[in-house]
Every structure is written in C-alpha cells, then in structure tokens.
Nanobody, 120 residues
C-alpha cells in the first residue's frame, strides 16, 4: 500500500526558512505528479504547489510564488518544499499529496500532515 509521510515542519520566526520533505512508498511513485497543500485553523485546505512526474514542470499558488520551491528526487522517492521568507500567514498543517490538481477533490492520496508555525 502506497503511503506518504511528511517531515520537516516546526516553529520558525517570520522571515525564516523551512524545508519540508515527503517520502513515498511504492514502485509507481515516479509516475505520479506530486503536490503540497496546507490547511490553517478554521480554513479550508488549499493548494500550495505541484510538480509533474519528471520534475520539469511546476506550479504554485499566487500567495507563495517567489518564496516556495517544490522539487523531487525520484531515485529517493521524495518530494520537497523549500519555504523561504516565511510569514505568519503561512502557519498551517502542510500535506503532501499525490496528483497535479489544485483542488482537493483531484487528489487521490494524502499524507498525515506536518505542522508549520511562523511567529511574528
């Protein structure tokens, strides 16, 4: 059974950086697009970034463009989210997701989430 396991969350001051990682099990990992979503308290889960299977195409939410970078290493079955210039508004639980879609209904597999807290 394929699983996604996130790591790398934590507490950081505004302006700081964090790097999230998602480890995927399963032989077919490299054939899927992968993405990141986030959910802040009291808000709906929202799209953050996605990367295609080969890593040659990416897309980002407007709120994180220029600050976040998604990447993947198919040899290690991992996908990363480098987050720079973090803002308190970035505080949320971040979820690794399998799929290219920017809507939650387009995602067929989720990780358990990792908390990111940005203090002002």
């Amino acid at each position: 059974q394929v699983q996604l396991v996130e790591s790398g969350g934590g507490l950081v001051q505004a302006g700081g950086s964090l790097r999230l990682s998602c480890a995927a099990s399963g032989r077919t990992y490299s054939t899927y697009a992968m993405g990141w979503f986030r959910q802040a308290p009291g808000k709906e889960r929202e799209f953050v970034a996605a990367i295609n299977w080969s890593g040659t195409n990416t897309k980002y939410a407007d709120s994180v463009k220029g600050r976040f970078t998604i990447s993947r290493d198919n040899a290690k079955n991992t996908v990363h989210l480098q987050m720079n210039s973090l803002e308190p508004e970035d505080t949320a639980v971040y979820y690794c997701a399998r799929g290219w879609g920017s809507r939650t209904r387009e995602i067929d597999l989720w990780g358990q989430g990792t908390q990111v807290t940005v203090s002002s």
